[in-house]
Nanobody, 128 residues
Framework: HVQLVESGGGSVQAEGSLRLSCVAS????????MGWFRQAPGKEREGVAV???????IYAVSVTGRFTCSKDNAKNTLYLQMNSLKPEDTAVYYC???????????????????????WGQGTQVTVS
């Protein structure tokens, strides 16, 4: 049974920081990429960061230089460190997992939301 459990969301003022965590279980992590998508009210889900099994990481242009995605394999945990937050970062953030991007049509770029097989329940981030 696959589980992705996020934590760390909340409310913060502009230019503040938050760190999201996602504890993963129930799948072979050596075969899966993991990452973060977000959805703001009235908007489609968009990729924020995805880290592949080889450690290569893709970031959305809007968060490059401000957000850092990392994983701790020993703790089965994925992180998203978010600095210099802006009001436009306000969204529900989802931890996601899907088959590795290497060897797929999406290597080196964001896969569509439908490619990510597993989704967490989401955690709200509000920046004012």
């Amino acid at each position: 049974h696959v589980q992705l459990v996020e934590s760390g969301g909340g409310s913060v003022q502009a230019e503040g920081s938050l760190r999201l965590s996602c504890v993963a279980s129930g799948f072979t992590r050596s075969r899966y990429c993991m990452g973060w998508f977000r959805q703001a009210p009235g908007k489609e889900r968009e990729g924020v960061a995805v880290i592949d099994v080889d450690g290569s990481t893709i970031y959305a242009v809007s968060v490059t230089g401000r957000f850092t995605c990392s994983k701790d394999n020993a703790k089965n945990t994925l992180y998203l460190q978010m600095n210099s937050l802006k009001p436009e970062d306000t969204a529900v953030y989802y931890c996601v997992a899907g088959l590795m991007l290497g060897g797929s049509d999406y290597y080196g770029r964001f896969p569509p939301a439908g490619y990510l097989r597993y989704w967490g329940q989401g955690t709200q981030v509000t920046v004012s």
